[in-house]
Protein backbone atom coordinates (compact mmCIF):
# COMPACT_ATOMS: atom_id res chain seq x y z
CA UNK A 1 0.00 0.00 0.00
CA UNK A 2 1.60 3.59 -1.01
CA UNK A 3 2.25 5.33 2.25
CA UNK A 4 3.67 8.62 0.90
CA UNK A 5 4.84 10.26 -2.26
CA UNK A 6 7.28 12.67 -2.41
CA UNK A 7 7.58 15.22 -5.77
CA UNK A 8 9.14 18.02 -7.32
CA UNK A 9 9.45 19.83 -10.61
CA UNK A 10 6.12 18.10 -11.73
CA UNK A 11 3.66 20.21 -13.60
CA UNK A 12 2.62 23.05 -10.70
CA UNK A 13 5.35 21.49 -7.88
CA UNK A 14 8.62 23.22 -8.24
CA UNK A 15 9.61 22.32 -4.47
CA UNK A 16 9.74 19.03 -3.03
CA UNK A 17 6.24 18.27 -2.21
CA UNK A 18 5.12 15.51 0.71
CA UNK A 19 1.82 13.94 0.31
CA UNK A 20 1.97 11.67 3.45
CA UNK A 21 -0.73 8.93 3.73
CA UNK A 22 0.79 7.40 7.30
CA UNK A 23 0.61 10.80 8.95
CA UNK A 24 -3.15 9.47 11.07
CA UNK A 25 -2.81 11.84 12.99
CA UNK A 26 -6.49 13.70 11.95
CA UNK A 27 -8.65 10.44 11.16
CA UNK A 28 -9.44 9.83 14.88
CA UNK A 29 -12.82 10.64 13.87
CA UNK A 30 -12.95 7.62 11.42
CA UNK A 31 -10.58 4.93 12.18
CA UNK A 32 -12.33 2.77 9.04
CA UNK A 33 -10.52 5.09 6.85
CA UNK A 34 -7.06 3.70 8.17
CA UNK A 35 -5.80 0.27 7.39
CA UNK A 36 -2.05 -0.77 9.79
CA UNK A 37 -1.43 3.59 9.50
CA UNK A 38 -2.06 3.79 6.48
CA UNK A 39 -4.96 6.26 5.36
CA UNK A 40 -6.93 4.01 2.87
CA UNK A 41 -9.78 6.29 2.43
CA UNK A 42 -8.93 10.10 1.93
CA UNK A 43 -10.66 13.28 0.48
CA UNK A 44 -8.13 16.09 -0.90
CA UNK A 45 -9.87 18.98 -1.38
CA UNK A 46 -9.36 22.87 -2.14
CA UNK A 47 -9.41 25.75 -4.40
CA UNK A 48 -9.20 25.92 -8.13
CA UNK A 49 -5.62 26.06 -9.02
CA UNK A 50 -3.81 24.67 -6.47
CA UNK A 51 -2.50 21.38 -7.45
CA UNK A 52 -5.80 18.68 -6.97
CA UNK A 53 -5.48 17.36 -10.19
CA UNK A 54 -1.39 17.26 -10.19
CA UNK A 55 -1.46 15.56 -7.42
CA UNK A 56 -3.79 12.76 -8.97
CA UNK A 57 -1.50 12.43 -12.01
CA UNK A 58 1.65 12.17 -9.90
CA UNK A 59 0.02 9.33 -8.28
CA UNK A 60 -1.15 7.90 -11.68
CA UNK A 61 2.70 8.80 -12.89
CA UNK A 62 3.16 5.52 -10.15
CA UNK A 63 1.85 3.28 -13.05
CA UNK A 64 4.19 4.42 -15.32
CA UNK A 65 7.46 4.15 -13.47
CA UNK A 66 6.65 0.70 -11.56
CA UNK A 67 4.59 -1.19 -14.08
CA UNK A 68 5.21 -2.66 -17.63
CA UNK A 69 1.67 -0.40 -18.53
CA UNK A 70 1.91 2.40 -20.63
CA UNK A 71 0.44 5.62 -19.91
CA UNK A 72 -2.13 7.27 -22.04
CA UNK A 73 0.33 9.76 -23.09
CA UNK A 74 -2.42 12.55 -24.21
CA UNK A 75 -3.01 12.76 -19.95
CA UNK A 76 0.61 14.68 -20.68
CA UNK A 77 0.25 16.53 -23.56
CA UNK A 78 -2.47 18.52 -22.33
CA UNK A 79 -0.22 20.44 -19.99
CA UNK A 80 3.45 20.65 -19.67
CA UNK A 81 5.12 17.49 -17.75
CA UNK A 82 8.28 19.46 -15.85
CA UNK A 83 7.29 22.61 -14.01
CA UNK A 84 7.92 26.04 -16.20
CA UNK A 85 9.43 27.75 -12.92
CA UNK A 86 11.72 24.93 -12.48
CA UNK A 87 15.46 24.69 -14.12
CA UNK A 88 16.02 20.99 -13.93
CA UNK A 89 15.23 18.87 -16.75
CA UNK A 90 13.95 16.07 -14.41
CA UNK A 91 11.20 15.41 -12.25
CA UNK A 92 11.83 13.60 -9.18
CA UNK A 93 9.33 11.01 -7.90
CA UNK A 94 9.79 8.87 -4.86
CA UNK A 95 7.54 6.38 -3.51
CA UNK A 96 7.53 4.77 -0.02
CA UNK A 97 4.88 1.97 0.31
CA UNK A 98 4.21 -0.63 3.28
CA UNK A 99 3.89 -4.26 3.02
CA UNK A 100 3.07 -6.19 5.86
CA UNK A 101 5.51 -3.79 7.98
CA UNK A 102 8.24 -4.02 4.91
CA UNK A 103 8.68 -0.64 3.90
CA UNK A 104 10.27 -0.53 0.10
CA UNK A 105 10.95 2.82 -1.44
CA UNK A 106 11.69 3.83 -5.02
CA UNK A 107 12.87 6.73 -6.37
CA UNK A 108 13.12 7.82 -9.89
CA UNK A 109 13.30 10.64 -12.36
CA UNK A 110 11.93 11.49 -15.29
CA UNK A 111 12.40 13.32 -18.47
CA UNK A 112 8.90 12.71 -20.13
CA UNK A 113 8.74 15.10 -22.95
CA UNK A 114 5.44 16.51 -24.27
Known amino acids: M ?26 EFNSDAVSNGIVKNALVYGHNGVGKSNL ?12 DKNINENEYKQNVYLNAINKSKTAYFK ?5 NRTRITRSTRSTRST
Open 95 to 99: YEFLF
Open 56 to 67: GLALFDIIGHLT
Open 2 to 27: LSRLTVSNFKGFNTEFVFDLSNTNSY
